[in-house]
């Protein structure tokens, strides 16, 4: 049996190679080459064109070659019977962490601000803030949340975490359930979102959740691009009742030139690059994953379907 890469960038290749590379007993395909759709068994997706996995009969298995898994249920067409897995490591894991720590300094040492300036030719030093001025929270705190959550602690900040179910971690604060979130929220100052994409969790940075953060407050958002109302986040930042915010994801990516986020002073855009799938640490998980198929063992990493990740 075989695999097909289905994706819409230009990493197919690479995916292609590192496969075969793995595991050259197993044949791997690229959904826009000839190939016999009746003898897939494993599609290899990432944003692939909606209504592709529809054309194989002998599918098994669906698996995501990132973390995200949002954009297979937002294909009406994909098979719904089927197991779906996601990628779990610890390098974008890693990746991630180092991205938002990034970020959060960026902030505290006015150094988004001094950019703007330095185009306008301006010399004007500002107050800078310090870990202490700050608790951060996090949205999720899941395979990516919790390695943030230590990583910020062990520089030296206070963190709190906010989870669907009840979750316990060692020098971190944690909230969970719609019963806790207004808590949570009073008491966090930089505000990052590492929630998944679900149908519950869609435009859940919108007004209502920034009226709960103290004023001033600063919003990370490297999960996806839907869980943002971007009319709400121009208002709050507007009414100055949010200070600013880092933006890695979008609803739409490319961003389209002409969108207001673009020349925003109070917004540092990053082109969705803060954590990205490196095919030598992803692929071995991929290749135990199709040997457990052919085996009919349980497979690792599966999605949750009714959670949607």
């Not at 962490?97 to 150094?111: R, T």
């Not at 185009?119 to 390695?147: C, E, M, S």
């Not at 389209?256 to 690059?273: G, L, R, T």
């Amino acid at each position: 049996m075989s695999i097909v890469i289905l994706r819409q960038d230009d990493k197919i290749d690479l995916w292609k190679h590192a496969l075969r590379s793995a595991a050259p007993d197993i044949p791997v395909y690229s959904g826009d080459e000839d190939h016999p759709k009746d003898r897939i068994d494993m599609a290899l997706v990432w944003k692939h064109r909606p209504g592709s996995l529809s054309e194989y009969p002998n599918l098994k298995c669906i698996a995501s070659s990132g973390a995200g898994v949002d954009f297979i249920f937002e294909d009406a067409s994909a098979p719904t019977h089927l197991p779906i897995t996601r990628v779990v490591n610890p390098m974008l894991a890693s990746d991630m962490s180092e991205h938002v720590i990034a970020l959060i300094f960026a902030y505290l040492k006015n150094l988004n601000h001094y950019k703007i300036d330095q185009q306008h030719k301006i010399w004007k030093p500002l107050n800078y803030k310090r870990i202490k001025d700050f608790t951060v929270g996090i949205l999720g705190l899941g395979a990516l949340g919790a390695v943030l959550a230590n990583d910020l602690v062990r520089v030296g900040f206070k963190v709190q975490g906010w989870s669907r179910s009840k979750k316990t971690m060692k020098n971190i604060k944690t909230f969970f359930g719609n019963e806790d979130l207004a808590d949570f929220l009073a008491t966090t100052g930089i505000l990052v979102c590492l929630l998944p994409l679900t149908q519950a969790t869609a435009g859940i940075l919108n007004s209502e959740l920034f009226q709960k953060l103290p004023k001033g407050a600063y919003l990370i958002n490297v999960a996806r691009g839907g869980h943002l109302v971007n009319r709400d986040l121009l208002e709050a930042l507007k009414n100055e009742h949010l200070s600013g915010a880092a933006l890695d994801v979008f609803h739409e990516e490319p961003l389209p030139v002409a969108h207001p986020f673009w020349e925003h002073p109070k917004i540092h855009m990053s082109p969705h690059c803060a954590s990205v799938s490196d095919t030598d640490s992803v692929v071995p998980q991929i290749v135990e994953n199709h040997q457990r198929l052919l085996a009919g063992k349980p497979l690792n990493n599966l999605v949750h379907i009714e959670r949607g990740y």
